[in-house]
C-alpha cells in the first residue's frame, strides 16, 4: 500500500533527447509527489513536486505528468543534457501521517550520452 | 544558498559500538529528519523530529536508535550498537513544512565492520 513503483531501473538517451521516467502508486491517500535528484556521493535534491489536483507541472526542461485516476505520475526531462546524468527518485506523501515520512521509488539511473 | 550539513562524511565502526551522527539543519526550518540509503538501494525514512520531539519512526527506527537536538542547532542520530546491517549512508534532512521540500545533506557513509 504505502510503495511507489518506479520504472525503469535504468535508461540511456542521447543528448538533446527527452527521458521519461515513470512512476505508480497505490495509496489514495497521498498528497504531494516530489522527484529528487541525485548525484554520486551527494544527497537527493528536490527538482520538481506537484500536487494531485494538477496534471501538470513545468519548470524549465523539467516536467511532472500526473494521472489522478491510473495513480502514475512521470518525469519528462526535455532536451536531456550530459549535466542531466544522475539518478532520480520520485517520493510520495500520505497526508494521513503515519510511519513513513517520504516513500520513495527505488530510482532510476540516467545516462545521457553525448 | 542554505545547506545541510552532515559530519562525519565517513566513519567505520567495529559492530557492537556505539556511534553519533551529526546534523546542522537550515536555520529557519522546524522539521528534522534522518533517512538511510544501503549501497544501491533506495532512500528508507527513518524518523522525522518537530518541536523537540519525534513525530514519525518507522520499522527500521528501533530501540538501538536515538536523535536528539541538544543544542537548538545540532541534530544528532544515535545507534547505540551497530549491526553489520547497520552499514549504509545515512542522510539527513530539514524543511519548513512536514514532509515537503526536504533538503538533504550529502550524508554520512557509516561502515560497520
Known amino acids: 500500500q504505502q510503495q511507489v513503483k518506479q520504472s525503469p531501473q535504468s535508461l540511456i538517451v542521447q543528448k538533446g533527447g527527452i527521458s521519461i521516467i515513470n512512476c505508480a502508486y497505490e495509496n489514495t491517500a497521498f498528497d504531494y509527489f516530489p522527484w529528487y535528484q541525485q548525484f554520486p556521493g551527494k544527497g537527493p535534491a528536490l527538482l520538481i513536486a506537484i500536487r494531485p489536483d494538477v496534471s501538470e507541472k513545468k519548470e524549465g526542461r523539467f516536467t511532472i505528468s500526473f494521472n489522478k485516476s491510473a495513480k502514475q505520475f512521470s518525469l519528462h526531462i526535455m532536451d536531456s543534457q550530459p549535466g542531466d546524468s544522475a539518478t532520480y527518485f520520485c517520493?510520495?506523501?500520505?497526508?494521513?501521517?503515519?510511519?513513513?515520512?517520504?516513500?520513495f521509488g527505488k530510482g532510476t539511473h540516467l545516462i545521457i550520452q553525448p | 544558498e542554505p545547506e545541510v550539513t552532515q559530519t562525519p562524511s565517513h566513519q567505520v565502526t567495529q559492530m557492537g559500538q556505539e556511534v553519533i551522527l551529526r546534523c546542522v539543519p537550515i536555520?529557519?526550518?522546524?522539521?528534522f529528519y534522518w533517512y538511510r540509503q544501503i549501497l544501491g538501494q533506495k532512500v528508507e525514512f527513518l524518523v522525522s523530529?518537530?518541536?523537540?520531539?519525534?513525530?514519525?519512526k518507522s520499522e527500521i527506527f528501533d530501540d538501538q536508535f536515538s536523535v536528539e537536538r541538544p543544542d537548538g542547532s545540532n541534530f544528532t542520530l544515535k545507534i547505540r550498537s551497530t549491526k553489520l546491517e547497520d552499514s549504509a549512508m545515512y542522510f539527513c534532512?530539514?524543511?519548513?513544512?512536514?514532509?515537503?521540500?526536504?533538503?538533504f545533506g550529502s550524508g554520512t557513509q557509516l561502515s560497520v565492520l
Open positions: 534532512a530539514s524543511s519548513g513544512t512536514e514532509n515537503e521540500k526536504l533538503f
Open positions: 536555520s529557519n526550518h522546524l522539521y
Open positions: 523530529f518537530y518541536n523537540n520531539e519525534i513525530s514519525e
Open positions: 517520493a510520495a506523501r500520505d497526508s494521513g501521517g503515519g510511519a513513513d515520512g517520504l516513500t
